[in-house]
């Protein structure tokens, strides 16, 4: 069985996928594939990620990019980044 992870950009506005990453699940990195995504894409956009993309040097790198961006985090790293006790 060959088991892979897919990294996608999406126009959600058209309901189109842009442009597609299929990686060996052995071998995979989301976050470069991400970026990679992200570079393809010419004018300002907003990506919107779930929690395991999150991490400053991702965030930094598509600041550089001039788009925005969503990121899901766990609740644990949220009240950490933002200095809030946890209950």
């Given at each position: 069985m060959c088991r892979i992870s897919i990294v996608a950009s999406c126009d959600i506005d058209n309901h189109?996928?842009?442009d597609v990453?299929?990686?060996?699940?052995?071998k995979k990195?989301?976050?470069s594939g991400a970026i990679?995504?992200?570079?393809?894409?010419?004018?300002p956009a907003i990506f919107v990620m779930d929690c395991?993309?999150?991490?400053?040097s991702l965030e930094s790198k598509?600041?550089?990019l001039d788009h925005f961006f969503l990121i899901r985090m766990k609740e644990g790293d949220s009240?950490?980044?933002l200095q809030i006790p946890e209950e």
């Open positions: 189109l996928f842009l990453c299929v990686q060996k699940l052995a990195n989301e976050r990679e995504r992200m570079a393809a894409v010419e004018t395991g993309f999150h991490g400053f598509i600041m550089n009240h950490s980044l």
